[in-house]
């Protein structure tokens, strides 16, 4: 075990000291992580903090971390009063006392870290790589999903993806959405590519099930998407304060004897990458897709997650400018329902 020591003035110029060591989580932890960077600060209660809470306390010996980061330490045991551990973030602390606390880094800052995750790479060269993600996967850690990433098998995949930003992605899909994504190696390729998607040059045609018998042959959906005042988890489409979205669809096949009731089978074009733009979108006309229970989707007896795949992308190659056209074909799960759909006679 390695330790580092260092000494010097603390809470009100008090002597406090801290060592950085790197340890095993102990397995009462809330956090069972091994070999993990551990920073022990000591110092010793103030006048000014007699009676407040020890969570208080905590906060100004370590007051880069939220309160709430700091309150989960003490309730996992990762705080001492004299020597004593603790588990109550309201436990009030007198002068004089001598506090200790274990400070690991946040879920969030361990997220950006590589990990041995298989990449589907349809293509690869120096600038760029085409990855068909598979449905269930992550495209970026957040809450909920803080490692297990295509983020982080991104960073094992190639180091220099630790210097760019998320790793080189430059689009997502939804975690229960498969197929084509371009993913930048340089911050060349990146900044290309965030331009090319801004300015609507990167081509992406998705295939999709709905609900119902969608009426149109072609439909244009033009609707302002923006962030479900009801829901911080939704998107919708909000005539006032979203966002310009357009997505072409096309109807390809109708089937009304399916086990899941009327289905349609359409592919739709992106002219705008909005957050769920296709699911919102579908959903506002009428037709949410099969197995998106967010946007009124009815559970699928046949799937298990939305019925969505990204099978077409193009875009220019962000260095030497020669077109890049990319096609997958959809997933077993989703190609039994679309094989039902399309073999209409």
Not at 146 to 161: C, F
Not at 310 to 333: I, K, T, W, Y
Request: hydrophobic share 45%.
């Amino acid at each position: 075990m390695k330790r580092k020591y260092t000494v010097g003035p603390g809470i009100d110029g008090v002597m406090s000291a801290s060592e950085t060591l790197v340890m095993p989580v102990s397995e009462d932890s809330s956090d069972a992580l091994v070999d993990e960077v551990v920073e022990r600060r000591e110092s010793i209660v103030t006048a000014a903090l007699h009676g407040s809470r020890l969570d208080k306390a905590v906060v100004v010996m370590a007051g880069e971390f939220s309160r709430n980061h700091l309150q989960s330490l003490i309730e996992a045991g990762r705080v001492w009063i004299d020597g004593d551990r603790q588990v109550s973030s309201s436990r009030k602390v007198s002068a004089g006392q001598r506090l200790a606390v274990e400070l690991i880094p946040t879920q969030e800052c361990r997220a950006f870290r590589p990990e041995d995750i298989p990449l589907a790479i349809v293509f690869e060269d120096d600038d760029v790589i085409v990855i068909d993600k598979p449905a269930g996967l992550v495209v970026h850690p957040a809450p909920g999903n803080w490692s297990g990433t295509l983020l982080n098998g991104l960073l094992a995949h190639h180091a220099a993806a630790a210097a760019l930003p998320r790793a080189g992605i430059v689009h997502r899909l939804d975690k229960d959405t498969s197929g084509l994504m371009v993913v930048g190696k340089t911050l060349v390729s990146v900044t290309a590519l965030v331009r090319q998607i801004a300015a609507r040059d990167v081509h992406r045609i998705y295939l999709a099930v709905c609900h119902g018998h969608f009426e149109h042959k072609t439909l244009r959906i033009a609707a302002p998407i923006g962030r479900d005042p009801r829901s911080r988890v939704r998107m919708a489409v909000l005539p006032v304060g979203g966002r310009e979205s357009r997505t072409d669809v096309e109807l390809l096949a109708v089937r009304d004897d399916t086990i899941d009731g009327v289905l349609s089978a359409v592919r739709c074009t992106l002219h705008t990458g909005r957050t769920h733009q296709i699911r919102v979108h579908l959903a506002s006309v009428g037709h949410p897709l099969l197995g998106d229970l967010t946007y009124g989707g009815r559970a699928s007896r046949a799937l298990t997650r939305q019925a969505l795949h990204a099978a077409r992308l193009g875009f220019a190659h962000p260095v030497s400018g020669r077109a890049m056209a990319f096609e997958s074909a959809p997933p077993a799960d989703f190609e039994a329902v679309w094989r039902l759909l399309m073999d209409v006679r």
